[in-house]
Every structure is written in structure tokens, then in C-alpha cells.
């Protein structure tokens, strides 16, 4: 792969190529739908965002001011799930589809149209999921789920009928997710470059492989706990109902086994995409490509083998509780061998840093600490105190925005180039950095201290003693929300025009991608490349 | 991109980046060693 | 660049193999809930007690019923078992232990029992649900007789005392010295419908 192929032989089809709307609504092509989940998922963020800044103004002191308790509730589960559902899983399945098949050397994903339904689900069900507010402020029910994102029992069997458009956009969003899965793991098992081994795989196609397969294995038994939790309320079955002889803390196994993999599979696609950006701005190779590998399946068995640290409070034998200690930490081995990888990966590196890079590093820092206080939490004993506090909340802002979401932008702007053919401003990129971290750091250090402290999270209202962090926090909460409107200016920017991109975009970038031109073409390796 | 780097300025920035490195690894290894010493 | 054709691959098949997968674990997630069970019967995980009754199918509290066997009282030590008891939303009945604590040596068999009244004017049918602290305990636990086997019917302003008989085998970890038994007590018209009557009642 040392010769740049700006001109790429484009095969002419007889295909129909209907204009505007209707292009976007059938469209099976893998660059139209990775832009329609991107999209989404951009704006869903925003959507997610509102709401939490809601929740943040209503903390920002004491006592209630701007919304009822139920409200509240209802704030931060949805938020929770959109944020989970809506933003972060469509953006990683956007990438996977935008990039699989240009980083493997296929001309498209395997099931084109099975692509189409995937994304098409998407949009009903966010729809679903968020119409019961709509309904309340017009008189019909009291409004979305107010259980927060997991469902708990006997409180989601009492609940008002949010409960039951959260647990019909719940299916929907699994099922376009396992399509999603379905589609990745057979274009990556049969639509490969000839040659391209699976210990050539590029690293991005290894992470959402393992995602993937969690994805298909543990999303049906959410499915399962939701469809339970329905004949419950509809029904007349008992499954967690203790009166009937079922029991509310099957619910808690149930969810969290899917619920902990969960929490990887928004995370392998963005371990996936970093050490192609660290190896990009670093000039020079992978360290570790193997490691990483056997990281990402070690991760991926792990990850359902240790759900009950999200409960180790609501009783368990001591046996079972050490089980699932040493589990937890047990994850944090392989995840450190990819911080190594990570870091080795730079090191002696010519280093530069464009907005990639910075988001990278970033990233690295940030989840790091992440992964600490994770250990923190997968301690029994400290576990009983924070358990249920806002130090839980820091954790898993940590794994989620500074790893998520920012492993997302990295990924982004790192590709956009690619994408549209334009590089973006350089110096918004930056400035939004610098803006996203100082401020992200502003909102979720404080609750570090405030779990530590005492403070139970999903409760409006707080004692006087915890206010000044509280206000510390929504400060930065703002500034945070904010900041995002720069990065959401600077793509649209992007799209429209900028300078154009070469084909490597980056001086240092390796990979079949920058073999195409930028954009590339509506169709690309019709006619494959041989890997050696 | 941009502007290419000159192979100069490509070589200090590996020296930097190794500099760094190492920087790192005696600042962990100094945390690790005095939390030995950290009793309660 | 060599640059070659892409070759025709299988998809369907392992299209259905993938889905034979999610098959399987939506199934798993429905296996799991009579797993459970049993793995709280074995471990005492939960809290679950030994000895029990069948009811609709039903597990109550175990799987099966205590037998009164007459094991050897353990003299050597004591245990304290304290009772509790707590009436869910939506029954509208008050219940209290008339014994708060005893000490017993594992092995003795103990009868005590709760005062429970029906504060509405009409007839109402609740079941208890026992629930032994801690679960390493609970599988020692065995109760001879309980109100707790069978659904209860207290008709208006009724009050009736409900009897216990139990014993705490003498396998009991001797690490233990203190046991809770708690019942939760339900109404039997299921936690939605409760919830919203009481709704009303308030
Ligand atoms: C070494 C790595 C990690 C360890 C040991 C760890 C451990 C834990 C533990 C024990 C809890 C439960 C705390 C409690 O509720 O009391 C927890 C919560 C959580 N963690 Fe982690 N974690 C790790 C990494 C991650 C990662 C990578 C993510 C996400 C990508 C993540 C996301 C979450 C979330 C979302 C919750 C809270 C869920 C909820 O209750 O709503 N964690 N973590
Ligand atoms: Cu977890």
C-alpha cells in the first residue's frame, strides 16, 4: 500500500438514484448511512443535553425551584437513555458504517438493506421514548419514565405509562442494534480484502467485532427483563413481584447483565479507533497490535461475568460478593495493557497535535481516572458507602463523556476530512479542546467530592452543606453544554467548504482509507485491493 | 496537511516525546514508592 | 495496487447462525428466572428461607415445605433471632411482632406470633413474605408453621394473632449470632392495582 490512488476506477450503475428526501429514506449505501446515524446521533446529543442542563438548574441550589421531584425523575432516566441509546450507540454504529468497509477494502456492508431498516428504527423509537412528555404538557398521563435509565423493580411495575413507551422504544432500539451487529460481524467475516488476515484486521474493525458480539448476546436479556417487566404490568405474571413469589432483585441481575457489557460496548469502537490517531500523530506504528487484541476479547469475556458490582448493596453472601470483587478487577488488567499500548504507542513518537491528537490524549487522561475510581467503586467495602452517591455519577461521567463521547469526537475529527473533503478550522477544534476539558473537569470533579461526601444522586433536592459544589458543577455543566455548539458550528462548517483535504488527510495516517480520495466516491473497492 | 514538518523539527519532537516518557515513568514510580510509606 | 474482484461469500448462513444466538439468549433471560430460585434455595442468596409452600405454581419463600425433623439441640451456644415486619403500600392492615427478640439455642423448637389488623372496613386478603438476615442464615432457618404458607383473609376492623413455629438448625455457622426475620406482608390484588387504590384511599 505505498502508492496513493487519487483516482479510483468508479464502475457506472444503472442504479436508481432518487433525489432529496426520498434518497435519504432508501437509501442502502454505507457512506448515506453512516452520515444518517451520525447525524442522528448529533442530534440526539443535544437533545440528552437540554435535559440534564434542566436537572442541572434545578441543582444549582438547594430546595426546588424550577421543576416537581417527578419531573426530575423523568429528566434524568431519559436523559440517561438517549444519551446511551440515542447518541453514543448510533455515532459508534455511524463510524462502523462509514469506515468497515473502507478501512477492510469492501464496497459496502454486507446486508445493505438490513443497514436501511437499522437506521430507519431509530428515529420511532427516540420519538417513543420522549412523546410522553409531549403528552403530559397536553393533559394525556404524567409523563416519561421516571425510574431513571435501569428499570428497577417494583418501582418500573408501578409507574406510569411512560414506563411502557420507554420499554417499546427499549425493543426497537435493540432490535436496530442487533441488525447493526449482525451486519458488522458478517462484513467483517466475509467481505475482507483478500489477504487481509484477521490479525491484519485493522484495529477499529477488531473493536466493534467484540462489541458486536456483546451487543448479540447480551442485548436480548434486556429484551427479555423489559418484555417480563410489561407482563407484569399488563398481565397479571408475577416475575418481580414478591407477593406472587417472584422477586424485584431478579430484575437488578437481569438488567445489569446486560447493563455492565453494556458499558464496553459503547467503550471497544472508541479503543478500536485511538491507536490509529495515536499512531497517525505520533508517526509511527502501532505498538502492541496483538496485545490490543487479546485486550479486546479478554475484555469482552470478562465483561459478563462480573454484572453484580452494580448491586453488591442489596444483599448477597460474602462468597458472592468476593466473586464479583475480584472479577471487576480483574477487567482492569487488560484495560491497562491498552493504556500501555496506548502510551507506548507515542512514545519516542514526533509528536504533533492537532484537534485528534489533543482529544486522544485527553482521552487517555481522562478515562484513566475513569478506570481508577472504578476500582474505587469495585471495592465491597468502600462500594457500601458510595454506592448510589454522586461519586458513582463522576465515575461513570468519566467513562462515559470523557471516554465516550470525547473517543467519539477524536474519531470524528479525524475523519471528517475524509468524510466531506474539507479540513475544518483548525483553531475552533482547538479552542473547543481546550474548552470541553476545562469544563467537563469543572462539572465532575466537584461530585467526586460531593458523593464522597454524602450526596445520593437522583434526588432534586440537597442539604445546605453541599451547595457550593453543586453551583461549581452547574457553572461548568453550562459551559460544557455550551462548548458542544462549537464543535457542532465547526462540522457544519466543514461540510459546506474549508480547504480541501487531501487523500492523506494526515501527513502520518496509515490504512486503506487514505488510499481513496477525499470525499470518496459513492462507491469505493468495487474491485478489491490484494493486502500482502 | 498544512505544512509538513521539517525532519528537524521531527527529530526533536521524538526527543521530546522520549523526554516526556521518562518523565512520566519516574513521576509514577515516585507515587508508587511513596505510597509505601503512606501508613495508617 | 493489485486490485481484484471481491468473491461471493455465504451471508445467510451465518445471518442465521447469529440469529440462533439472539435467540438463545433472549431464551437464557427466561431460563434465568427458575435458575434463580434455585440458586437462591441452595445458597440462601436473597435471603430466600427454608421451608415453604407451593402456591400457583409459585414459589413461596422456597421450594419446599419444612418436615419437623427432631435434630439435636446445639447447647453449647445461643442465637438471637429478632422479628420484624412491614405492611406494603396499598394493604391496609397494621402488623407487629409480639415477641421482638429471643434467645434460643439452634435446634430448639420456638413458636412466637404477630398481631395482625385490618384497619379498612372491608374484607382484604394479603400474603407475607419472609425474608432472613443474614442470607448465609436464611438456609438454616426452617419454619415448621407459618402464616406466611398460605394467603391470610382479615375481615373489617379484624385483628388476629398469627403464629410462627420454627427452628434455626444447628448447622448454623457459629459465627452467627444474630438473625432478623422480616416479613414484608402484600395484598394479593398485585402492585399496580394496590398502588392505584391506595391512590384513591389517600
Ligand atoms: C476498571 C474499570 C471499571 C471498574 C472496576 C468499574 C466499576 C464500577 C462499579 C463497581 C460500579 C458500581 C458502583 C455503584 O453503583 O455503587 C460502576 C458503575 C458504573 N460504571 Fe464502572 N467501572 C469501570 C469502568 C467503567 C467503564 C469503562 C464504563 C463505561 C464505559 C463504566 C460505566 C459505569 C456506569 C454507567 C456505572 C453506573 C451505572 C448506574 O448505576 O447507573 N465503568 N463501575
Ligand atoms: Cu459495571
Known sequence: ?532 | MEQPFSNEDLERRRAASRRLGWLIAAAALLLYLAGLFIKR | MEQVHPAPHDNARLVRRLLLLVAAAFVFAFAMVPLYDVLCEATGFNGKTAGGIIRDGFAVGGLKAGTAPTPAVDLTRTVRVEFTGTVMPGLPWDMRPLTISLDLHPGEMQQVSYLVRNTSNREVTGQAVPSVTPGQAAQHFEKIECFCFSQQTLGPGEAREMPLAFIIKPEVDRNITHITLSYAFFSTDGQRETLTSAREVR
Open chain 1, 1 to 532: 500500500m505505498s502508492s496513493v490512488t487519487t483516482t479510483h476506477p468508479v464502475e457506472q450503475h444503472a442504479e436508481y438514484h432518487p433525489g432529496g428526501l426520498l434518497r435519504w429514506l432508501t437509501t442502502t449505501n454505507h457512506k448515506d448511512i453512516g452520515t444518517m446515524y451520525m447525524t442522528f446521533a448529533l442530534i440526539m446529543f443535544f437533545v440528552g443535553g437540554i435535559m440534564i442542563l434542566a436537572v442541572r438548574a434545578e441543582l444549582f441550589q438547594p430546595g426546588l425551584q424550577l421543576m416537581k421531584p417527578e419531573f426530575f425523575n423523568q429528566l434524568i432516566g431519559v436523559h440517561a437513555l438517549v444519551m446511551i441509546f440515542a447518541a453514543l450507540m448510533p455515532a459508534a454504529t455511524g463510524f462502523a458504517n462509514w469506515m468497515i468497509p473502507l478501512m477492510i477494502g469492501a464496497p459496502d456492508m454486507a446486508l445493505p438493506r438490513l443497514n436501511n431498516w437499522g437506521f430507519w428504527l431509530l428515529p420511532p423509537a427516540a420519538f417513543l421514548l420522549t412523546l410522553p412528555f409531549s403528552l403530559a404538557l397536553l393533559g394525556f398521563g404524567d409523563g416519561a419514565i421516571a425510574t431513571g435509565w435501569t428499570f428497577y423493580a417494583p418501582l418500573s411495575v408501578q409507574g406510569g405509562w411512560g414506563v411502557d413507551f420507554a420499554i417499546l422504544a427499549v425493543h426497537i432500539l435493540g432490535i436496530s442494534s442487533i441488525m447493526g451487529s449482525i451486519n458488522i460481524i458478517v462484513t467483517i467475516f466475509n467481505m475482507r480484502a483478500p489477504g487481509m488476515t484477521m490479525m491484519k484486521l485493522p484495529l477499529f474493525a477488531w473493536g466493534w467485532l467484540i462489541t458486536a458480539f456483546l451487543l448479540i448476546a447480551t442485548l436480548p436479556v434486556l429484551a427479555g427483563a423489559v418484555t417480563m417487566l410489561l407482563t407484569d404490568r399488563h398481565f397479571g405474571t408475577h416475575f418481580f413481584d414478591a407477593a406472587g413469589g417472584g422477586d424485584p432483585i431478579l430484575f437488578q441481575h437481569l438488567f445489569w447483565f446486560f447493563g455492565h457489557p453494556e458499558v464496553y460496548i459503547l467503550l471497544l469502537p472508541v479503543w478500536g479507533l485511538m491507536p490509529h490517531v495515536l499512531s497517525t500523530f505520533s508517526r509511527k506504528p502501532v505498538y502492541g497490535y496483538k496485545a490490543q487484541v487479546y485486550s479486546f476479547i479478554a475484555i469482552g469475556i470478562l465483561s459478563v461475568v462480573v454484572w453484580a458490582h452494580h448491586f453488591f448493596t442489596a444483599g448477597m453472601p460474602i462468597p458472592a460478593l468476593i466473586y464479583f470483587m475480584f472479577s471487576t478487577m480483574a477487567i482492569s488488567l487488560p484495560l491497562a495493557v491498552l493504556f500501555f499500548c496506548w502510551i507506548a504507542t507515542m512514545w519516542k513518537g514526533a509528536m504533533s497535535f492537532e484537534t485528534p491528537m489533543l482529544f486522544a490524549v485527553g482521552f487517555i487522561v481522562l478515562f484513566g481516572i475513569a478506570g481508577l475510581t472504578g476500582l474505587i467503586l469495585a471495592d465491597v467495602a468502600a462500594d457500601a458507602q458510595y454506592h448510589h452517591s454522586y461519586f458513582v455519577v463522576a465515575h461513570f461521567h468519566y467513562a462515559l463523556f470523557a471516554g465516550g463521547i470525547m473517543g467519539v469526537m477524536t474519531g470524528v475529527y479525524y475523519w471528517l476530512p475524509k468524510w466531506t473533503g474539507h479540513m475544518y478550522n483548525e483553531t475552533l477544534g482547538k479552542l473547543h479542546f481546550w474548552l470541553t476539558v476545562i469544563s467537563f473537569n469543572l462539572t465532575f470533579i466537584p461530585q467526586f467530592f460531593l458523593g464522597l461526601a454524602g450526596m445520593p444522586r437522583r434526588i432534586p433536592d440537597y442539604a445546605l452543606q453541599f451547595a457550593e459544589f453543586n453551583a461549581i458543577s452547574t457553572i461548568g455543566a453550562f459551559i460544557l453544554g455550551l462548548s458542544q455548539l462549537l464543535f457542532a458550528w465547526n462540522v457544519w462548517a466543514c461540510v459546506r467548504g474549508g480547504k480541501k483535504a487531501e487523500s492523506r488527510s494526515w501527513e502520518g495516517a496509515e490504512g486503506l482509507e487514505w488510499e481513496l480520495p477525499s470525499p470518496p466516491p459513492h462507491h469505493t473497492w468495487e474491485i478489491q485491493p490484494q493486502i500482502k
